[in-house]
């Protein structure tokens, strides 16, 4: 037993558990907290951002790459309100970060003090973050919190990943109380949770009989460390791959049985193997509309007739939006060898199966070159990505952000590595892809980050690059500036032939964009901007080679083209447009299998 402040507890608990970095703004409402990051034997490295919601999708970076949660921090009201889009993004795409924030002293709740919600409930800020966070609490006593700091722990590490939330008010910051700290190892299960020996022999049955089965790979299948598992099953039985937003990079994507992406904005080869596969295996993938193109029956899957194999370790998903011929509730890295264990040592004949999905390759292919390899200047969307991957490292970490050049990297860009590609998959969030680089780079300080995103989303979390020249974080910035939100304007155009609110210009009509070169300069950065073609590979080579904090700007031609889009997307069409579009719209939504 010691006698401790709230803050020293908080603090303390989170060096013992392994915590490397806290990030925030010390606001007024966590002064006793943050102070004691500063106590001898509990000092932990604070990276001071700008913005609180910058915060956690810094945490949240750092978790995509090194598997452990990182600890964000917010004050009372406003603050702590800025952290729930970065929540939200964690929660929607299973990643774990530990979010603190203060609140108004338990004697004062009601009162309607500064920045205090309390019209509905006494305090109602920790309400907004139950839809957004795996579990929160409210620490009322300092005796409450060592048990309140071992339960979020548990909560971020065991089952499905996901942001945990404390408020501990301003009062049991600064009280002291006898504690004792929980052992954090003590507290956790052992081992990984097994599957169901029967589940696996029905699962053994259904494959052994497919002729066109596929493996589809979600981000459970990164989250699992089952990558190892994933290649032995393709490549034991000569399974061609698929994978959804945050499934790529849990198959090398150079391996002759990689076939792409699925869904909306998925490649043509991975929509077609999916489509005619007589048996998915699901790896940790919740078939969202994006990964399945809205449930459109043949476009992305064939659920039913197919049979579908749904390994997960949240028993929610299985049979959520696909009926499941064999629902598996474990995690994904047992499961996948106990399949591999059991299955015979050879599998029927694919060479016909293998030799469609190679020439659907190479078709492809030569489709994606009329634009990776493009010199027309303004840039297309997809020649950046192909002079970036020529240039960095195998091991690299890419960090996309969301809109055109979220698809467009989904498409273009391969990675070969689990956690090398990261994107704000399930909620899309723009902002996101700035602090999460940086979250990134202090996960791997040793292997190069580059961030590619879009002018719109840049702009949104711009002023995180300063954090980078602050804390020395050699990040490289890689912005495609188009001058608006150019995804968002093609969904307009698709659907009504017009847009609104999605180009930057000046009233006279013209472009209005930001010297972005100059800004990058302004904050300390090395920068760059790119007006030849020419002049791609060797400046990417002069920002890795810098080892310092870079921006390249790179102009982009606004109807160039973000990526394709081979799937659908359930948008409905405004009853008064009339035209073609209005019965296309009907009739694939009448595919939809969940209806």
Not at 325 to 335: L, N, Q, S
Not at 384 to 410: C, F, H, W, Y
Not at 437 to 457: T, Y
Not at 542 to 561: G, Y
Request: charged residues 20%.
């Amino acid at each position: 037993m010691a006698k401790l402040t709230g803050g020293q507890v908080v603090a303390q608990v989170l060096k013992q558990y392994g915590v490397e970095y806290v990030t925030g703004i010390p606001g007024h409402g966590i002064w006793s907290l943050t102070d004691a990051f500063l106590e001898k034997g509990s000092e932990i490295p604070f990276i001071q951002v700008y913005h609180e919601q910058s915060a956690t999708h810094l945490a949240d970076g750092y978790y995509r790459v090194s598997g452990k949660p990182m600890a964000a921090v917010a004050s009372i009201g406003a603050g702590a309100a800025n952290t729930v889009l970065g929540l939200a993004t964690a929660y929607s795409d299973s990643t774990s970060l530990l979010c603190i924030t203060g609140g108004p002293p338990t004697h004062m709740r009601g009162r309607g003090l500064l920045q205090e919600l309390e019209r509905h409930t006494d305090n109602g800020f920790p309400q907004v973050t139950d839809a957004v966070s795996k579990r929160s609490w409210v620490a009322t006593r300092v005796e409450e919190l060592p048990f309140i700091m071992h339960r979020a722990f548990s909560t971020m590490l065991t089952g499905r990943p996901g942001p945990a939330h404390i408020e501990v008010p301003m009062d049991v910051q600064a009280e002291a109380a006898d504690v004792a700290l929980h052992d954090l190892a003590r507290r956790l299960p052992v081992g990984l949770q097994q599957p169901d020996p029967l589940a696996i022999d029905k699962a053994v049955d259904v494959l052994r009989d497919s002729r066109r089965p596929v493996i589809v790979v979600g981000g459970g299948a990164i989250t699992s460390d089952s990558a190892g598992e994933v290649l032995a099953l393709a490549e034991a039985w000569q399974i061609p791959v698929v994978a959804t937003w945050n499934g790529k990079g849990a198959f090398p994507e150079d391996h002759a049985l990689f076939a792409g992406s699925v869904g909306q904005t998925g490649t043509i080869v991975g929509n077609a193997v999916a489509s005619r596969a007589d048996v998915v295996i699901s790896i940790g993938c919740r078939f969202t509309d994006w990964s399945s193109s809205s449930y459109a029956q043949g476009v992305t899957f064939s659920i039913p007739p197919a049979k579908l194999i749904h390994i997960d370790i949240d028993p929610h998903e299985i049979g959520k939006n696909y009926p499941a011929e064999v629902g598996i509730v474990a995690d994904a890295k047992p499961t996948v060898a106990a399949i591999v264990a059991s299955l015979p040592h050879s599998s029927a004949d694919r060479s016909e199966y293998l030799a469609e999905l190679e020439q659907l390759k190479a078709e492809w292919e030569a489709k994606l070159a009329g634009r990776r390899d493009s010199d027309r200047f303004p840039f297309t969307s997809q020649r950046p990505l192909g002079g970036l991957r020529s240039v960095m490292e195998r091991d690299g970490i890419i960090v996309a952000g969301s809109g055109n050049t979220q698809g467009a990297v989904k498409q273009t860009f391969p990675v070969y590595h689990p956690r090398t590609h990261l994107t704000s998959g399930g909620f899309s969030s723009m902002g996101w892809a700035v602090p999460a680089a940086i979250g990134a780079k202090l996960a791997a300080p040793d292997r190069q980050v580059a961030c590619v995103l879009g002018d719109g989303d840049f702009l949104m979390t711009s002023q995180e690059i300063g954090v980078c020249v602050q804390h020395d974080i050699p990040v490289v910035f890689v912005v495609q500036d188009n001058a608006g939100f150019m995804s968002i304007r093609g969904g307009q155009r698709k659907q009504t032939s017009r847009h609104i609110g999605t180009e930057f210009n000046r009233p006279d009509g013209t472009p209005y964009s930001p010297d972005f070169k100059a800004l990058g300069q302004s904050f300390g950065l090395e920068s760059f901007r790119v007006d030849d073609p020419a002049d791609l590979e060797s400046t990417y080579r002069k920002a890795f080679d810098s080892k310092a904090p870079a921006l390249i700007e790179i102009p982009t031609d606004r109807d160039a083209a973000g990526p394709w889009v081979p799937g659908w997307w359930d948008f409905p069409v405004p009853a008064y447009i009339e035209d073609d579009r209005q019965d296309e719209y009907w009739a694939t939504r009448a595919k939809e299998q969940h209806l």
